[in-house]
């Protein structure tokens, strides 16, 4: 699925995450006498990075002007979607600091 990447005018907002709650698809294989769906609930948490009418893209990592750990997900698909600001975006001026004895 190709997603429309922001624009060098639209930078991605690192004050804010999203969690995403999702249905994912399943597969198995092997012999078995189940008739029954079998989907998974998902969550996802990360920074938004694309969106249109098809879908959104999320990452987990973000270092101007990339993105890793990306997942790509349906629009159809997702439940529920919220906004977490965390206010400690890289283009915040403000660091935050957090001590790791």
């Known amino acids: 699925m190709l997603l429309k ?3 060098k005018q639209e930078k991605v907002n690192t004050n804010y995450i999203e969690i995403i709650e999702w249905t ?9 006498d ?6 998974v609930n998902c ?3 990360g920074f938004l990075i ?3 009418k098809k879908g959104i893209c999320v990452a987990n990592t973000w270092a101007e002007p990339e993105s890793n750990s990306r ?12 906004k977490i600001y965390i206010g400690t975006g890289i283009e915040n001026k ?6 790791l004895n």
């Open 24 to 32: 994912d698809a399943q597969a198995d294989n092997g012999w078995s």
């Open 5 to 7: 990447k922001k624009s």
């Open 71 to 82: 997942m790509h997900i349906p629009k159809p698909w997702i439940k529920s979607r919220r």
């Open 50 to 52: 694309a969106e249109d």
């Open 43 to 45: 969550i996802t948490i």
């Open 94 to 99: 403000k660091e935050s600091t957090i001590a």
């Open 34 to 39: 189940s008739r029954e769906t079998e989907l």
